[in-house]
Structure formats: C-alpha cells, structure tokens
C-alpha cells in the first residue's frame, strides 16, 4: 500500500539555523500538506500546496517558512531561522485530487531546537 | 474558524469491552469529520470517516455517529482488542482538500 514517507525521522538543530524537513508524497496525489504538533497540544494545519503553488496557509506559516516541490516526487518544508518554539512532529500530508477530503499522513519529522 | 473538542483525554478499557470517543464541533459549515488512529513512531491514519449527509458508518468494529443538530461525533470501537492501544484523534474540515482541524487526542488502553 503506498504510503507517505518523511525524513529524517529526528532532526536536531541550533536556534537561528536553517532546516529543511522532506517528504514524498503517495505518488499521483495533487494536494500536498504539512501539518505541526507541539508536544501535548493539537495537531495544526501550516500550509496547502496544489498545482506549484501554495493554496492555503495558516497564521503559523509566517515568513520563516516556505515550501517548495523541487522535482515530481519531493515537498519540502524550509524553516529559514529556527526558533525554540518550532520544536514540534511536523507531518506530511497528501490528497489524490481536486475535492478528496481524505488526507494521508507520513510518520512526521521531529523537529528539536536547542 | 473551526474549533475542535475531544474527550477523554485518557481511557482505559478492558479487551473486549467497548470504547467509545467524543467529539464537538463549532463550525456548521464543517461537513467531513474523519477519525485517525496514532501508534508509537508512526503519522495519523485514517481509519473511519464520516460526511454531514450521513448519521452513521461502521467498518467492522468501529463506527462513527453524526449528530449536526448538536455538533458533535462519536467514535465508537466494539470488542477491544491489546492492538487497538494507540491514540486516536478526531478532526473536520468543511469541504475538499481544506484544512483539517483536529481535536487534542484520546489516548486508549486496552488491558488484555
């Protein structure tokens, strides 16, 4: 059954350092996600990204962050300067096309800024 | 925007009893509510979904209760098994590919 992959599984790294967590999305799904979940609270909706471009974004997805699909088969999340509080699982997510409401999700990036 | 309430945070059940989970809503427009199941060192998977037009959906020992007067949707796992140990999360979403708004998690036990 395809699935959803991300790497790494941990990454740890310095505050004001740049990250950039990976993904592969089930092949031939359209709409791709990244979602975060700070230890002990929800999982949040960050960014939508569909046809090369981002198509929705949450009040999170400041700035610092920027996503980009390099080739057919990566979506990247970038963190241009980490902070403390973006230490967080990032997921993954991914729709087969336009209107699914289901999204399937990777086995998330955990993400650790000291 | 939407804003999603879980409950229990913990439960813990004897295998073969029953377990049921609880959802709120706020959003009316909200009209998909899935339901994604979380084992150690693994991403959410979708195990039971349900849509507005719908009151109910059963997959084998799980199903899925709607109530849109009252905002609010259940999930319900029958006959516990030790592999049905995880923590289970609850979300909505309004429409296609739109955000989902997920609820805190329910972390079950099931004591064999």
Redesign the interface.
């Known amino acids: 059954e395809p699935e959803?992959t991300?790497t790494p599984s941990h990454q740890v790294t310095q505050m004001g350092q740049e990250v950039i967590l990976r993904c592969v999305p089930i092949s031939n799904h359209l709409?791709f996600?990244w979602?975060r979940q700070i230890l002990g609270?929800?999982?949040?909706?960050l960014v939508?990204f569909?046809n090369n471009e981002i198509?929705?974004k949450?009040e999170i997805f400041d700035d610092q962050f920027s996503v980009e699909r390099p080739d057919g088969s990566n979506f990247t999340l970038k963190i241009r300067s980490t902070k403390l509080e973006d230490s967080a699982m990032y997921?993954c997510a991914s729709?087969p096309r336009?209107?699914?409401?289901?999204?399937?999700?990777?086995?998330?990036t955990r993400l650790t800024v000291t | 925007g939407e804003n999603?309430e879980q409950h229990p945070s913990t439960l813990s059940v004897q295998e073969g009893d029953s377990a049921v989970i609880k959802c709120t809503y706020s959003d009316s427009a909200s009209n998909?509510f899935?339901w994604?199941k979380q084992e150690l060192?693994?991403?959410?998977?979708?195990i039971i979904?349900i849509?507005s037009n719908v009151g109910e959906k059963k997959d084998q020992r799980i199903a899925v209760t709607l109530n849109k007067t009252a905002k609010h949707f259940s999930l319900h796992i029958t006959e516990t098994q030790p592999e049905d140990s995880a923590v289970y999360?609850c979300?909505a979403?309004i429409?296609?590919?739109?955000?989902?708004?997920?609820?805190?998690?329910t972390r079950l036990s099931v004591i064999a």
């Open positions: 959803v991300q709409y996600y979602y609270q929800k999982v949040e909706f939508s569909y198509s929705e949450s997921f729709s336009t209107g699914t409401y289901e999204q399937y999700f990777g086995p998330g | 999603v998909y899935p994604y060192g693994k991403g959410p998977q979708l979904d849509r999360f979300a979403s429409t296609g590919n739109t955000p989902l708004v997920f609820g805190k998690g």
